[in-house]
C-alpha cells in the first residue's frame, strides 16, 4: 500500500509551476553572463570523493575498543584491570565481552595460552547469543572479535 503522504507530495509538485513573477528573464541572465570569463552559478570543478562509512560491524568494534579503553584505563595497572575483569566474569558468566576483553588484556601481556582460552569461552558465549538475540549484530560482533583474538593467540602459540 503506497504511502498517502507521498503522494500528495509528489501530485504537489507535479502541481506547482512559477509564477510569472518567480520565472527569471533570458535578459537577466544573459546579462549575468556578459563579461564572466565562466558560466555564472555553473560549478564545474570535481565533486569530493564521498568519505566512506564504516559497517555496523566496524562500528561495533570501534565501539568495544573505545570501551575497553574507557573501562579499563592505561595499560600501566594490568593487574588491577585483570581483577577488574575477572570479578566481572564471575558476576555475569553468561557475558562473552568480558572474556574478549579480558583475553585482550592477555594478549597485550603476552600470556597467549591464557588469551586463547579467554577468547575460545567468548566465542562459544558469543555464538550461542548471535542465534537467539534481538538485536544480533552485537552478538556478531563479539564473536567476530574474540574469534579474531583466537586466531591471533593460537598463532603466538605455535
Same mark, same amino acid.
Given at each position: ?8 507530495? !509528489? ?10 513573477? *518567480? ?7 544573459? $546579462?549575468?553572463?556578459?563579461? $564572466?570569463?565562466?558560466?555564472?552559478? =555553473?560549478? !564545474? ?18 565501539? &568495544?575498543? +573505545? ?9 600501566? =595497572?594490568?593487574?588491577?584491570?585483570? $581483577? ?19 583475553? *585482550?588484556? /592477555?594478549? @597485550?601481556?603476552? *600470556? ?5 582460552? @579467554?577468547?575460545?569461552?567468548? /566465542? ?12 544480533? !549484530? ?5 564473536? @567476530?572479535?574474540?574469534? @579474531?583474538?583466537?586466531?591471533? $593467540?593460537? +598463532?603466538? &602459540?605455535?
Amino acid at each position: 500500500m503506497p504511502c498517502p503522504y507521498a503522494e500528495t507530495i !509528489f501530485n504537489m509538485s507535479e502541481e506547482w509551476k512559477p509564477e510569472a513573477s *518567480e520565472a527569471v528573464p533570458t535578459d537577466v541572465e544573459d $546579462a549575468a553572463h556578459e563579461g $564572466a570569463s565562466e558560466p555564472v552559478g =555553473d560549478d !564545474f570543478s570535481p565533486m569530493p570523493e564521498p568519505v566512506p562509512q564504516p559497517t555496523v560491524q566496524q562500528s561495533v568494534q570501534q565501539f &568495544l575498543k +573505545r570501551a575497553r579503553q574507557v573501562v579499563m584505563g592505561s595499560a600501566e =595497572d594490568v593487574p588491577a584491570q585483570l $581483577a577488574e575483569l575477572t570479578a566481572h566474569i564471575e558476576a555475569y558468566p553468561e557475558d562473552p565481552s568480558n572474556y574478549v576483553i579480558r583475553g *585482550e588484556v /592477555y594478549m @597485550d601481556m603476552r *600470556e597467549y595460552a591464557l588469551a586463547a582460552a @579467554d577468547f575460545q569461552q567468548g /566465542y562459544e558465549l558469543a555464538e550461542a547469543q548471535f542465534t537467539t538475540a534481538d538485536w544480533g !549484530f552485537m552478538a556478531q560482533a563479539l564473536r @567476530d572479535r574474540a574469534l @579474531d583474538g583466537l586466531e591471533h $593467540a593460537r +598463532r603466538r &602459540l605455535r
